[in-house]
């Protein structure tokens, strides 16, 4: 150490001196407070929260000032429909009303561009969502039919569909019935002729006899409800003629009203222009592009649709946004083109806003032969606002375009916010919209300025290709969500596929067919439809080659939560700007983390369909577990959705056991009986079949199957009503798939019948091998009724009918006991 120097006034130190001040107290020794370390800590969270709060309320602030919450309006009330439509027993519309009362006085109360406003106003539009969906349900008052039957059917053909296999789909406002004449009638039926007939054209009458069902319900809890779709659609019963129906006299158009007529003209026009385009483009080629300029798919193979489904490209048979745009484009950019050339037209009149309108009425006219589908009547109503904005030289502002075209489909139907065609349609288009803007908005030069020619060819090559896959990616990611929600299924291969077939969707088919309806009235269509259909050709080529290289990825049932928490995410991340829209990212990769990374709950062991015809059992086979199932052949409508739910690669089907059949069943209508050697018979076959049954595959004879489960019980299907009481004296589960007025087996089986089955719809039962014998039971359909589920619980012969779903589990003597998920 250096000398230390005292300084007691101005003085001079030199190098390696140390200066020490005597007037200044030494510093205190550090002392430990308790308790001060977690004071400081708590004062800065609270500062950084109060930062947090402050910032939070600036972005909504800035959000409310440049009208991004308008972006929220369909939003809000598409989530009050969904939740009217999904609740059990929703609140009645004059409590809902009062609610919404208050909550609009209180709105108009609050300060402009706060958060209270915001939450006021989203509360405001959710409940009045609701009350919209109630309002389209009391409108609609479908008669659903309550049970199948065989009935002669006459009605007025409103709509009509040709099948690829020459089969036809009538949808037929009914006129009466007879032999028996339904009480309850359905207003439309929606029957399949598969004979040779001559097909009934629109306007005309149809009569034959058939078997009309009620639209089907879940295939398992949690699947689509297809009640909830016909109820909406004013389809009360499906079904299919027994046999060739007749046509009789077509209705007088004088006898109906305005809109009867032009809505028969309208369909009429519709049919003959997929019939001219059939019969110049015969084939999956017609039948693609049938359905690309007027929306019938029917008529499209099986193998086709699979293909396209497979290779993500099935949104090209929807008249979705890309056939809008490139209609209105062509006509747009052609129109004006062709005026143009007349120079003293073109500077007298406003050239733009002449196209601009027949663009309009072009794309109008679209829509009206495309049968008001869901996609169609989006992609019309943002390209009439932008047109619209070129007639009124306003800018068009692409967001506020979906978001009005939203707003107006929900106010008219809120029920298409539950169908995945909505859904992925809007999530699509705002996910592009948005992807598009956020490129704008930070311009990145990928390659260099192109000089010369050959560069600049190149350059609007790689523009092609790389717009086509950001396109494809995009749209694909954004509805990935609504995919794995309601089909289970995931196209892998989707980018080469649109890669490869959009350019001969936008450069060939879509213009060819654009021409060929313009030149349709003169018949100089034919050239055009024959560019169209070798265009298709080649995308079914693509499809085709592209599914060949998978099925895509296939997933189980996800959470509950699973769609409403992505869809928050992906709403939030796709229609905000300020810094809060990362909420939304936040939101999906948690949501994403939480329902893949959290344990899988067990799913069913028994799965019975809601006619208990199909019954699949999840038997272990070494390490791993197969489904095994009751019919060789089972019903490809159910067992296709019960494919990926359950992981289904290749079931395990029935062995047929060699033995002595059942007896044949008595007439039921003369009050025959069997006799008393014909019972000793079938309790033989019954002996015989449940000894030969085995634990890994139904053993079966005609009529009846068997099988025996983990813990040593046996489970039998039966066809046969008669043979219930010897069925259930021996084995522990008996599935019935036929109408019975026995409710319970007196042996203490459980017993599942059709009739059970009418008021529950499909069952899922897990816990077979508990230990303690105790089977939880989850049914598709629980708890109040519901206007599209009320006619399950209707019973004709008293003209009654019940208020609640709910599973009836055996009595008395119970075995094995029962616990469904209310109890748990």
């Keep these: 150490m250096g000398e230390t120097a005292e300084i007691q006034g101005e003085g001079r130190l030199r190098s390696g001196d140390v200066l020490v001040r005597r007037d200044l107290p030494r510093p205190l020794e550090k002392r430990a407070t308790p308790g001060l370390s977690t004071i400081g800590r708590a004062v800065a969270a609270r500062a950084v929260l109060h930062r947090i709060l402050r910032q939070v309320r600036q972005d909504v602030s800035d959000e409310s000032r440049h009208g991004h919450f308008f972006l929220f309006v369909p939003v809000w009330l598409g989530a009050g429909a969904a939740i009217w439509f999904s609740v059990g027993q929703p609140p009645p519309a004059l409590v809902l009303g009062l609610l919404l009362a208050c909550l609009a006085f209180a709105l108009s109360r609050a300060i402009r561009d706060t958060v209270a406003h915001v939450v006021l106003w989203s509360l405001c539009l959710i409940l009045l969502g609701m009350l919209m969906a109630e309002w389209e349900t009391r409108r609609a008052s479908t008669v659903i039919l309550d049970q199948p039957l065989v009935t002669t059917v006459t009605g007025l053909v409103e709509r009509r569909e040709e099948g690829a296999g020459g089969e036809w789909r009538y949808v037929l406002r009914v006129i009466q019935t007879a032999e028996p004449s339904i009480r309850r009638s359905p207003a439309r039926v929606s029957l ?35 009640s909830f779709q016909s109820y909406f659609a004013g389809i009360g019963a499906v079904g299919f003629f027994l046999g060739p129906p007749q046509a009789k006299t077509s209705a007088s158009l004088a006898e109906k009203g305005l809109w009867d007529r032009f809505d028969a003209s309208l369909f009429s026009l519709r049919d003959r222009i997929s019939s001219r385009i059939r019969s110049i483009l015969p084939g999956d080629p017609g039948a693609f592009a049938a359905a690309i300029i007027t929306g019938e798919r029917r008529s499209m193979s099986e193998e086709a649709t699979e293909a396209l489904r497979v290779s993500g490209l099935a949104h090209i048979t929807a008249i979705s946004g890309l056939n809008m745009a490139l209609a209105a484009g062509i006509f747009f950019v052609g129109l004006r083109g062709l005026l143009s050339l007349m120079p003293t037209f073109a500077h007298r009149y406003p050239v733009k806003k002449i196209a601009a309108a ?14 008001y589908q869901v996609t169609a009547l989006r992609a019309y109503l943002m390209t009439a606002v932008m047109l619209g904005a070129v007639l009124f030289d306003r800018p068009a502002v692409s967001l506020h375009n979906l978001a009005l075209a939203a707003t107006a489909i929900l106010a008219v139907q809120p029920s298409t916010v539950m169908g995945p065609s909505f859904q992925m349609s809007f999530a699509a288009t705002a996910a592009l919209i948005a992807g ?33 896959l950001a396109t494809s990616f995009i749209g694909g990611v954004s509805t990935a969500v609504f995919a794995i929600s309601h089909f289970h299924r995931l196209s892998t291969h989707g980018l080469e596929a649109n890669l490869a077939a959009m350019p001969l969707i936008s450069l060939v088919v879509m213009p060819s067919g654009f021409i060929a309806m313009l030149l349709m009235p003169f018949g100089l269509d034919g050239p055009f439809f024959w560019i169209m259909g070798k265009g298709l050709e080649m995308v079914l080529i693509v499809a085709h080659t592209v599914s060949g290289w998978g099925g895509g990825y296939v997933f189980p049932r996800l959470p509950s939560w699973f769609m409403p928490g992505a869809i928050a995410g992906m709403l939030l991340l796709m229609l905000l700007r300020t810094p809060i829209r990362h909420v939304g990212t936040a939101l999906i990769v948690a949501t994403l983390a939480a329902a893949f990374l959290a344990p899988r709950s067990p799913g069913g062991e028994l799965m019975v369909s809601e006619d208990a015809r199909l019954v699949a059992i999840r038997v272990a086979s070494g390490d ?26 290749e079931p395990r089907h029935p062995v047929m056991l060699d033995t002595v059949p059942l007896p044949p069943a008595p007439d039921r209508r003369t009050g025959q009986t069997l006799s008393e050697e014909q019972s000793k018979l079938a309790e033989a076959v019954f002996d015989s079949l449940l000894k030969a049954a085995g634990r890994e595959q139904f053993t079966c004879v005609k009529q009846a199957c068997a099988i025996r489960l983990e813990n040593g019980n046996t489970l039998l299907t039966l066809e046969r009503p008669d043979l219930i009481g010897t069925a259930c004296d021996r084995a522990d589960i008996v599935v019935l798939s036929a109408r019975t007025r026995v409710k319970a087996c007196r042996s203490g089986a459980l017993l599942i019948s059709e009739a059970s089955q009418r008021a529950t719809g499909s069952l899922e039962i897990a816990g077979l091998a508990a230990t303690s014998q105790a089977m939880t039971v989850r049914s598709a359909l629980d708890g109040p009724s519901r206007p599209w589920t009320a006619h399950r619980l209707y019973d004709w012969r008293t003209a009654s009918s019940e208020s609640t779903h709910e599973f009836a589990g055996p009595t008395g003597t119970v075995r094995p006991k029962l616990e469904t998920d209310a109890d748990q």
């Design 436 to 468: 598009y803007a956020g490129w704008r908005a930070r311009p990145r030069a990928i390659l260099p300025r192109a000089r010369s020619l050959a560069m600049r060819i190149a350059a609007g090559f790689a523009k092609f290709v790389g717009g086509t």
């Design 192 to 226: 399949l002729a598969r004979s040779k007939h001559v097909p009934a054209a629109i306007g005309e009458q149809l009569s034959g006899r058939a078997r009309l069902s009620p639209p089907s319900g879940p295939a398992l809890p949690g699947l689509n409800d297809f």
């Design 624 to 649: 791993t577990s197969i489904i095994a199932i009751n019919r060789a052949r089972p019903a490809a409508f159910i067992f296709d959705q019960w494919r990926p739910v359950l992981g289904i690669d």
């Design 358 to 371: 027949g663009a309009l009425l072009a794309t109008t006219g679209y829509v009206l032969i495309s049968g």
